[in-house]
């Protein structure tokens, strides 16, 4: 059952990457600096975290991945996408496909400090440059940057 999951989730992510914008909709839109804000539980099977990666991939796909900044912040418990994301290869997959169209994830220190989170180890796929020092501190900076704030 885990291979079948896996590679739907596989099948799924390859629709979303080569969906190509429909050009009439997409120029409409013009460029855009987007946060998708976290910080809440995935629930049952990290429904609420696919969710909210369907809406990232969702929104890409209508503007067009050239189009696009898009930063996602997580503090609090929505750390726990990528703690979940360690043994979840699906979670895994969508995420890398959202990384290789340039989505950046940006993880809040405050919380690491305050929960004894390693994110080298307890993490999937983190590293030093995606660390902030607050995730809420850094929503503001961005959305005083011009980013539009989204919470999925």
């Known amino acids: 059952m885990t291979h079948f999951i896996r590679l739907a989730a596989i099948i799924g992510l390859a629709i979303a990457f080569f969906a190509t914008p429909n050009p009439s909709f997409a120029e409409g839109y013009g460029k855009q600096k987007v946060v998708y804000?976290?910080?809440?539980?995935?629930?049952?099977?990290?429904?609420?975290?696919?969710?909210?990666?369907?809406?990232?991939?969702?929104?890409?796909?209508?503007?067009?991945?050239e189009n696009m900044d898009i930063k996602v912040v997580l503090h609090g418990n929505g750390i726990s996408m990528l703690q979940s994301a360690m043994a979840d290869d699906g979670l895994q997959t969508?995420?890398?496909?959202?990384?290789?169209?340039?989505?950046?994830?940006?993880?809040?220190?405050?919380?690491?400090?305050?929960r004894n989170i390693n994110y080298s180890d307890d993490l999937y796929d983190v590293w030093e440059d995606d660390i902030v020092p607050s995730g809420v501190a850094e929503l503001s900076k961005l959305q005083q940057e011009g980013y539009t704030y989204i919470k999925p």
Do not use: P, W
């Open 37 to 65: 804000h976290i910080n809440y539980l995935g629930g049952e099977n990290s429904k609420a975290y696919r969710g909210a990666m369907r809406n990232i991939q969702n929104h890409i796909n209508a503007v067009g991945v």
């Open 94 to 114: 969508v995420i890398g496909g959202l990384k290789s169209q340039n989505v950046k994830f940006h993880v809040c220190n405050n919380t690491l400090t305050g």
